[in-house]
């Protein structure tokens, strides 16, 4: 008897294979960077700000000079100048004297301190200041931010909108990131036509090859098609072997339903360094998915139904993805109630798929439908774990919902 392995089990198995994956790298500029993947530390060339800059508007001044300023006994200055943004004053600030200065602007000589408008009064050339001001008030100083040769963004990180920010600010127009991972989509069985033919009785269109394709998009990975392939193990093989030679990661979709399952073993034991790592999932949906080994690549056989064929994108190929870029689990997450009670099978962990609704709480309703239910995933914004030990969750419950 075939023993099933646990969704945790499977999860080593990723991580254990894959985890030194042979990345290649390439240099990008920083707008096309955006979601990609840090191949090296980057180390800052500048300081930054690289000189004493303004936060405010205000006037910049010598602070020990206000130590006493109150309401009734204000400190006075003879306003000397005005730094504009941009430039680089030519003034220095002496004993009673102070200079207007914009938020960015580069503090003149002497200056220790930024005086807000607020805490002001200018008139007749003179500058009143009502409170004390802090040495170093409103300023930021030189390397205050990002000092010169520290490491600023580690390599392995993923590069968000506040990265490219950072990268924009120390000059950097582009930056070495990782390939994104090849992913091959082999869509597989007799009754699957493309778009482009008559649909026929008993013929369905190719679902899977679109929503996995799209899917690889939202991880940032680059897909390929290489077609439908109906139910013949050497074109399956010649198929797989093609989508190898140009991949990372081989998806065959129908690949571990009943007509295909033989055929996609055989096709994978078939070729060198072969090596089946997964024959079945103890969980539902996806039971009979298929993982293997080729070399260095990964191949998944993923069930025919759309609704497991994407949930099992989501749940191992996504994570698969993760580890090979070094990446935490990247699924988002949240915390609803469940607003019916939903009952499962125990002894196999099942994931029931939700749709959430937002309100003074946020609620998660259970969807029910087939695993050929595409529409199930029109309407579904996510999906629950009920682990094995138990037989379903109570309406009220707080659920964590894996978002898709």
Excluded: W
């Excluded at 080593?12 to 990008?28: A, G, H, P, W, Y």
């Excluded at 000092?147 to 600023?152: A, G, L, N, R, T």
């Excluded at 989509?185 to 482009?196: A, K, L, N, P, R």
């Amino acid at each position: 008897m075939k023993v099933l392995k646990t969704y945790f089990e499977v999860f080593e198995i990723l991580k254990n294979e894959f985890c030194d994956f042979n990345l290649e790298s390439e240099k990008v500029s920083i707008q096309e960077a955006v979601f990609r993947i840090v191949a090296q530390n980057i180390v800052s060339g500048i300081d930054v700000p690289h000189f004493d800059k303004s936060t405010v508007d205000g006037y910049a001044l010598r602070c020990e000079e206000t130590f006493e300023a109150n309401d009734e006994n204000p400190a006075v200055f003879e306003i000397v100048g005005e730094v504009k943004t941009g430039e680089v004053p030519d003034l220095q600030i002496q004993k009673g004297q102070a200079a207007r200065i914009f938020t960015g602007g580069y503090v003149p000589q002497n200056a220790n301190v930024i005086v807000m408008l607020e805490n002001t009064i200018e008139e007749d050339g003179k500058l009143y200041v009502f409170k004390p001001a802090k040495p170093g008030e409103n300023i930021l100083r030189k390397g205050e931010d990002i000092k010169k040769d520290s490491i600023v963004i580690k390599k392995y990180q993923k590069l968000e909108p506040a990265q490219i920010g950072v990268l924009a600010a120390i000059g950097k127009k582009d930056v070495e990131v990782f390939k994104k991972i090849r992913v091959g989509i082999i869509s597989t069985g007799d009754e699957i036509i493309s778009q482009d033919e008559k649909l026929d009785s008993a013929k369905i269109y190719d679902v899977n090859s679109f929503t996995l394709y799209t899917s690889c998009y939202k991880e940032y990975a680059l897909p390929k098609m290489y077609g439908i392939v109906k139910d013949d193990f050497e074109a399956l093989k010649d198929a797989l072997f093609k989508a190898l030679q140009e991949n990372d990661i081989v998806l065959i979709s129908g690949g571990s339903s009943v007509g295909t399952y033989d055929n996609t073993l055989k096709a994978i034991e078939s070729l060198k360094d072969s090596k089946v790592l997964v024959d079945g999932v103890s969980i539902k949906p996806g039971k009979p998915t298929i993982i293997a080994k080729v070399g260095t690549r990964a191949v998944f056989g993923l069930p025919g139904h759309p609704v497991s064929c994407l949930f099992i994108f989501n749940f191992f190929v996504k994570r698969l993805i993760d580890i090979i870029l070094h990446q935490q689990d990247t699924s988002r997450k949240v915390l609803a109630k469940m607003k019916t009670s939903i009952a499962t099978s125990s002894g196999r962990t099942e994931f029931v798929f939700v749709k959430l609704h937002f309100g003074d709480e946020i609620l998660a309703e259970p969807l029910y439908g087939k695993s050929g239910s595409i529409n199930l995933l029109n309407n579904a914004s996510g999906y629950i774990r009920v682990d094995a030990t138990k037989t379903g969750i109570k309406a009220g419950d707080i659920v964590e919902v894996i978002l898709i």
